[in-house]
């Protein structure tokens, strides 16, 4: 067997884990025949954690909270804040009607720097969305760390929010792990 370096492995191991062929319609609306569906990976307490493990470097030095946006976000923000001590926020797709009202569940984001973390990105659109929310409310936000960028290579799709992507594993990296 070839030697392989840990993110080729984690990439073959996700790959495996997550590939879906089909015909799959996306958030924003565009048809993929291709899915990595991150929750097959994100119910695996091991594979969650070296996706979080590989987060760590990713994080800006200056991150006072971890945002993980509704759903898949969650899980993965919970568990780098369980490994960096740094608190998370939980937050939702739209402020909830009801209780306290919140966008954002956890502490307050007024004056604070948030990094935000998603499970999967190709537009970036829930996180376009959150990005926004969250500086109304007074965060600064300019980093997200996502598990997966299947954005087009050499394409920022968060530019236009001012917004940088580091991610743990692209689309090339899982189509090279599938060779």
Do not use: H
């Amino acid at each position: 067997m070839a030697d392989t370096t840990p993110d080729e492995t984690l990439a073959r191991d996700i790959d495996a884990t997550c590939r879906l062929t089909g015909e799959f319609t996306l958030r924003s609306g565009q048809v993929a025949d291709t899915y990595f569906d991150k929750y097959l990976f994100e119910a695996q307490p091991a594979l969650l954690d070296r996706v979080a493990a590989q987060m760590l470097d990713l994080l800006p030095q200056d991150t006072e909270l971890l945002g993980g946006l509704e759903l898949g976000g969650i899980p993965i923000a919970t568990m780098v804040s369980a490994k960096t001590g740094l608190p998370a926020l939980f937050v939702r797709k739209k402020a909830k009607e009801y209780g306290t009202c919140k966008l954002a569940e956890g502490p307050d984001v007024a004056g604070r720097r948030v990094t935000i973390i998603e499970d999967v990105i190709t537009t970036g659109g829930a996180v376009r969305d959150a990005t926004r929310e969250l500086r109304a409310a007074g965060a600064t936000v300019e980093v997200v760390v996502c598990a997966i960028d299947r954005s087009p290579a050499g394409e920022n799709p968060l530019a236009d929010v001012g917004l940088e992507v580091r991610s743990v594993l692209t689309r090339a990296q899982l189509d090279a792990a599938q060779a």
